[in-house]
């Protein structure tokens, strides 16, 4: 995923599939923010994951064919593989998607009106809470921030 473009003529966000697009290289060059994970969906498809009997709730950023970005939390556990399926059936229009976190890790904060909530899953409830307790900070975040 990229985003925070140098040129002003790029999409504010991207998300880069480097087995489709020759060009990938020189487009991760005119971004300033680069987050490399793994690929849920690409180009309306699911692309990269297996079956598997492993379930847990899940974290994923996606863009729609309109280019709006989407922050995703499945609270509920899915395994990868499932998630994928009901993402591409939802009337989003999601178009990419990416895997985040998953698990107790798995989590979405966001601040509205100065109220910040904090979404986290559901996934192992007793787990997760010794797991957030272990802490020191925060694992992995993807922030953003409207601009003045």
Known sequence: MVFNPI????PPAQIIDIRARRNWENLMKKYNSVIQNYRMISRNEKKGWPELAQVHSAAAIGID????????????????????LILLELPIRIRDAMYVEGGSEATLYYKL???????HSNSHPARSQKRREDWAELPNMVGIAKRE
């Open 113 to 119: 009106n100065n109220k910040g909530v904090i979404t």
């Open 7 to 10: 040129e002003p003529s790029l």
């Open 65 to 84: 064919l309109e280019d709006n970005v989407l922050f995703i939390l499945s609270r509920a556990a899915y395994s990868v593989h499932d998630l994928i």
